[in-house]
């Protein structure tokens, strides 16, 4: 009884024995342990540091991603903004720096109200630079050669002297100069920076409008204004270096009283008409 019954369960057991490792290699082959087990354990068990360090730089790259999305998508004024007062600012510390080592500045090194001020200037240009080549796209979305020319004139034909007159204005401003010395200023230097601008701008607004999207128009815009405005820093702060064209008002440095200046002209007539009377009677051979 007890035989039979071995022989009975004897393959049954081996039966399921088998279907076991069946179900189990299955699973196995569906389910990988690093699906099953937590994939930290996984990894750190597998290959320590390398792999932790490798985390960290995706995840690094994860949020890099993320914030530049934002930058460049919700918070995009902001960003126009910030950007452009930070990189006025890039520039006005490489113009200082130049100033001192050419001995220009007899103070410190770097003038701190003089790169607030320019700051300010550059973040005042950032919503004008955002709004203006959003609009511009809107009107002609094509990349044209044409359509890029057309936008190189715009820029260059009214928003150049636009930035300039907010540039010198602004800075002005915070310098608490009159609004006379002010246009005085930009008479002397206006025509100066706006050929500047001529030789530099056109060429990069091309590969701007031609290339770009319009989310990293004023970025680069700021990146190119970062060399550019280390010469516009330079001229706004010339320190009485005075350009060769710069229209300058010239006084006479003695100058006389009205009686005086008319009580002088009267004894020089005096003079020349005693000395033509003199002459003729010298050069008269027959006096009468």
């Known amino acids: 009884m007890l035989s039979t019954c071995g022989q009975v369960l004897r393959p049954n057991c081996r039966a399921i024995n088998t279907a ?5 290699f299955a699973f196995y082959a569906r389910h990988r342990i ?4 937590p994939t930290k354990i996984v990894r750190r068990s597998l290959h320590g540091k390398n792999e932790s360090s490798t985390s960290e730089a995706l995840t690094l790259v994860r949020w890099t991603k993320l914030l530049w999305n934002k930058m460049f998508g919700k918070y995009l004024l902001a960003t126009n903004v910030i950007g452009s007062g930070v990189l006025m600012v890039v520039g006005d510390v490489v113009a200082q720096e130049y100033e001192y080592r050419r001995g220009l500045r007899s103070e410190d090194r770097y003038d701190v109200e003089r790169i607030y001020r320019m700051f300010v200037a550059g973040a005042l240009q ?3 630079h955002h709004y203006v080549y959003a609009w511009m796209d809107r009107i002609m979305p094509q990349r044209t050669f044409r359509t890029t020319i057309k936008k190189i004139l715009i820029d260059q034909l009214f928003m150049s002297p636009a930035c300039i007159l907010l540039f010198f204005y602004s800075v002005c401003y915070l310098e608490h100069q009159t609004l006379e010395a002010t246009h005085k200023e930009i008479m002397e230097k206006f025509a100066y920076i706006y050929m500047l601008d ?3 701008w056109p060429a990069a607004q091309y590969v701007n409008f031609r290339y770009l999207d ?12 970062a060399v550019y405005n280390v010469l516009i820093s330079y001229m706004k702060h010339d320190f009485n270096v ?10 006479p440095q003695n100058k006389l009283a009205p009686a005086e200046s008319r009580s002088q ?3 020089a007539e005096s003079k020349n008409s005693l000395m033509e009377v003199t002459t003729k009677k010298v050069e008269d051979p027959n006096p009468r």
Not at 34 to 37: E, F, G, K, L, M
């Open 265 to 267: 002209l009267g004894s």
């Open 242 to 251: 005075h350009l060769p064209l710069e229209i300058a008002v010239h006084e």
């Open 34 to 37: 690093a699906d099953v087990i």
């Open 20 to 24: 076991g490792r069946h179900t189990f």
């Open 214 to 225: 319009t989310k990293y128009r004023v970025a680069f815009v700021n990146v190119c204004t």
């Open 198 to 200: 001529w030789l530099t």
């Open 126 to 128: 950032g919503p004008l």
